[in-house]
């Protein structure tokens, strides 16, 4: 694996690749990986024949008072761990590379609706973070698929609406989530939890199980789902943000005749602050 840091040296790279009949596959991260990340690289390999990955924390997509500075940054680690799994080339930029100059007066990429609410809500300009810098790695890469986790199910919709909107011809794939054990989802922000608030975050997904099968069931009053959900969550010592069942599509409320579904969760434990879904059909 070559690790390459600057865009025209990755530019100079992926071109020769292509030129040589390659499909190129693109895992975009903010690094401190665990194996959910991993699994985008493996699931990659199917779809294509060189992977990239990037390992860059976004500045733009963190608030003011958020964990830009303590986020984990363990480049060595994580090369390691994309060797090990196949990946052909890892871009490490430093953040001038990204955002040359003052960033917040260059330009930003923002979708509009579908960030309204659930983390967009919390978390004000986060996906016009999220959504510039992913425009920013398309064209650095210019890919032919590009995979995420499905963990991040509001990203994952934010990106598939911005790549259609932009016209880039990306195949967005969204890989389902790796859960420990228990049934907690991996995310690199789980490092900020206790062993005793990784047993009790487990119950979120616990909760969206719950949800799912009494709607399966033919359960239709959302609201009261939802409350049922926040007070286990409640109990088990978890400060609810959201817990929403959602059209899977536009991620507005649903409603009763909706059969494409997904259920959208946010929680803090601790200093974590722990997001998970369930999509299905009903």
């Known amino acids: 694996m070559k690790i390459v840091n600057s865009i025209q040296a990755l530019r100079a790279e992926v071109h020769a690749q292509r030129m040589a009949g390659k499909r190129i596959g693109f ?17 990659g390999h199917k779809h294509a024949d060189i992977m990239v990955s990037s390992v860059f924390v976004n500045p733009t997509q963190f608030g003011p008072n958020e964990d830009f500075d303590n986020y984990p940054r363990t ?23 990204m955002y040359p100059g003052d960033q ?35 064209n650095i890469v210019k890919p032919d698929v ?10 994952l919709a934010v990106i598939r609406r911005m790549t259609t909107a932009l016209c880039f011809d990306i195949n967005v794939i969204g890989v389902d989530t790796v859960r ?26 616990q909760c969206l199980c719950s949800a799912k099968e009494a709607i399966q069931q033919g359960e239709r009053d959302y609201s009261a789902i939802a409350h049922a959900a926040n007070e286990k969550l409640k109990a088990a010592g978890f400060e609810p943000e959201y817990f929403t069942v959602c059209r ?9 005749s909706d059969t494409d579904l997904v259920i959208l969760a946010a929680a803090r434990m601790g200093k974590a602050r722990l997001i998970d879904n369930i999509d299905f059909q009903v």
Request: aromatic letters at 8%; one cysteine or more; glycine letters at 8%.
């Open 27 to 43: 895992v975009p991260t903010m690094g401190n990986l665990h194996a959910g990340h991993i699994t985008l690289i493996t699931e």
């Open 104 to 138: 917040d007066k260059w330009a930003k990429v923002v979708v509009t609706e579908i960030t309204d609410r659930h983390c967009g809500a919390a978390r004000p300009g986060h996906f016009d973070g999220v959504s510039t810098v992913v425009t920013k790695l398309f």
């Open 248 to 256: 899977a599509d536009t991620l507005e409320p649903a409603v009763a």
């Open 146 to 155: 590009a995979l995420f986790g499905k963990k991040d199910f509001q990203q």
């Open 180 to 205: 420990e054990a228990n049934g907690l989802a991996m995310s690199s922000r789980n490092g900020y939890l206790t062993e005793d608030e990784k047993a009790r975050g487990a119950t979120l997904y």
């Open 75 to 97: 480049l060595d680690a994580d090369a390691a761990k994309l060797e090990a799994a196949g990946c052909h080339f890892l871009f490490a930029p430093p953040v001038d590379e």
